[in-house]
């Protein structure tokens, strides 16, 4: 299998994890609340407070473990965000004139808190989408949004984009395919011009081919929204979890990082 | 009123860059019959499927589909009683499991749970997929990715079936179960396709297309018999009516292997 091929593959296993796992027990309107009540405190979070980061990361590790994903499948969705991050808090540390003392006594520019911060917004919140997509299931994900009063126009808008980004990578597939039984001793990468005209290629294919799919879907009755399934039932178990994260991301945010700078640096609060 | 009859008449359509797909084009078919709609490339087969689908739109004629004319205004109507199976079973089904899949056309017309988990069930049963119900269908095969687009069609209970290419792509056992379960549907059915033999085993009668203009409508073996109709329309018969060489490849079962053809070459017997 080509690495094309198997980065499909495993873009697509999005919605086999859905079905498995503890997570399927609970309303997807109670994962996406919790999920936003994360995001918030993260956002609510200064510029350079680590320690109210660091603990907001148990939100996207107990998806990963309750929703059996391997830790592996999100390590490699997560890292092609990491250059971003870094290029946007790289110079933080040398251009920041603010110091902060350290415990041994030692001082460091307080660029390395913005630039650690930077980094850690950035892989909570991509963790946070993925896992979210990926323990839930776009299509129970679509019904927790509709839940939630989400226009369906949006809801359809998203789904849309889930799927055509398969399509685009299907016609890909099959372009560079055909290109490589026809490279003839060309090894290795696709020439940039070649690159460029199949990419005009693609995007005629692609947009022929979501044709085609649309049309069967009209053909089914598809009126704009797609329907919402078996409604949906919220549980005493939805409340005891969304009220245990709720709280846990407004503790992060006021009093748990006071309460780990006092145990780290020893000193009260 | 009945749904399950089909009438074009004098149907004509041209593309905006001035092809003219179809002129006009007149056929009947009745309750319970099978149509096979056959024609070479660019006969006209699948601007007349799109046009019944009202992905086109009629220029001058009218198709009726038991009385009720499609124009856009019938377009709902007219798809919640013809059931649609793509050439490209890939198309079809893009949700991301074959239940799921199944369940789209059924919810779009109003059938809500308790209803639609039963119904969704009964079709794959009788589609012979129960078993691939929580798969995800690009990994199914391509006879299992056939059978699950004529479910997703069935589940929405149309009056007619309206099939592009049913056995596309099929290897031989995949192609006989298809054809096997479009003859156990009691729904009239139109089938485009190139699969000449499929036609011959199933339809009850044949439109052949040329140039967009109907040259024939009659039973299948009439139309397969007239070796100077076919040739005008750029046709061959049935492979099976074909005329087969005196003497076939010889099979030989060598030791330790399955059967294997035997290739006589003359020059090494010589």
């Known amino acids: 299998m080509s690495r094309l091929s198997s980065t499909i593959e495993g873009w697509r296993s999005f919605d086999s994890f859905a079905a498995a796992g503890l997570i399927s027990c609970l309303d997807p309107r109670t994962i996406i609340l919790s999920a936003l009540c994360t995001v918030i405190a993260m956002t609510g979070a200064g510029k350079g407070e680590v320690m109210v980061l660091l603990p907001l990361t148990a939100f996207p590790l107990t998806l990963l473990v309750l929703a059996n994903i391997p830790p592996i499948w999100l390590v490699k969705r997560i890292l092609p965000v990491l250059p971003f991050a870094l290029m946007i808090g790289l110079l933080n540390p040398w251009l920041e004139q603010g110091t902060v003392t350290l415990p041994g006594g030692a001082e460091i520019s307080t660029g390395w808190f913005t630039l650690a911060s930077i980094t850690l917004r950035a892989l909570i919140s991509a963790a946070t989408a993925l896992l979210l997509i990926a323990s839930v299931g776009l299509l129970n994900l679509s019904r927790g949004l509709a839940g939630l009063k989400v226009p369906a126009l949006f809801i359809t808008q998203l789904q849309m984009l889930f799927r055509y980004f398969f399509v685009i990578g299907e016609e890909f597939q099959r372009m560079e395919r055909a290109w490589r039984l026809r490279s003839g001793s060309r090894r290795g990468r696709m020439p940039l011009k070649l690159a460029a005209q199949l990419l005009q290629n693609l995007f005629l294919r692609s947009l022929a081919r979501a044709s085609r799919i649309h049309n069967a879907m009209l053909a089914r009755g598809f009126n704009g929204e797609v329907p919402a399934g078996a409604p949906l039932h919220w549980r005493l178990r939805d409340t005891v979890w969304l009220a245990g994260w709720a709280g846990f991301a407004l503790l992060c945010r006021f009093n748990l990082p006071l309460l780990l700078g006092a145990m780290l640096t020893g000193q009260p609060q | ?270």
Do not use: W
């Not at chain 2, 198309?91 to 749970?113: C, K, R, W, Y």
């Not at chain 2, 069930?121 to 691939?132: D, F, N, Q, S, Y």
């Not at chain 2, 056939?146 to 596309?168: F, K, Y």
């Open chain 2, 1 to 270: 009123m009945s749904h399950h009859y089909l009438h074009f008449n004098s149907v004509s359509f041209t593309y905006p860059d001035g092809t003219k797909a179809l002129s006009e084009v007149s056929f009947e078919m009745y309750h319970g019959e099978r149509i096979g709609l056959i024609g070479a490339n660019g006969a006209g087969k699948s601007t007349l499927l799109q046009l019944l689908a009202g992905f086109l739109v009629t220029q001058s004629g009218s198709i009726d589909l038991g009385g009720l004319k499609i124009t856009p205004s019938t377009i709902a109507e007219v798809r919640r009683t013809l059931g649609f199976v793509f050439q490209d079973a890939d198309d079809q089904l893009f949700m991301p499991t074959v239940f799921e899949d199944v369940a789209f056309g059924p919810a779009n017309l109003g059938v809500e749970e308790p209803e639609l988990t039963p119904l969704v069930l009964e079709t794959l049963k009788r589609t012979g997929i129960a078993h691939l119900a929580d798969r995800p269908p690009y990994h199914l095969s391509g006879g299992q990715k056939r059978a699950a687009a004529i479910a997703t069609v069935l589940a929405s209970s149309p009056s007619m079936l309206v099939l592009d290419e049913p056995a596309n792509a099929l290897d031989p056992i995949a192609r006989r179960r298809i054809i096997e379960q479009l003859r156990g549907f009691t729904h009239s059915q139109l089938i485009a396709s190139h699969d000449l033999d499929l036609v011959l085993d199933l339809c009850h009668r044949v439109v052949v297309l040329h140039e967009g203009k109907v040259a024939a409508v009659a039973p299948p073996m009439t139309v397969f018999k007239n070796k100077e109709l076919l040739e005008q329309c750029g046709l061959l018969p049935p492979l099976r009516m074909q005329e087969l060489p005196p003497e076939g490849p010889q099979l030989k079962v060598v030791e330790g292997h399955h059967h294997e053809i035997a290739h006589h070459h003359h020059t090494a017997e010589k």
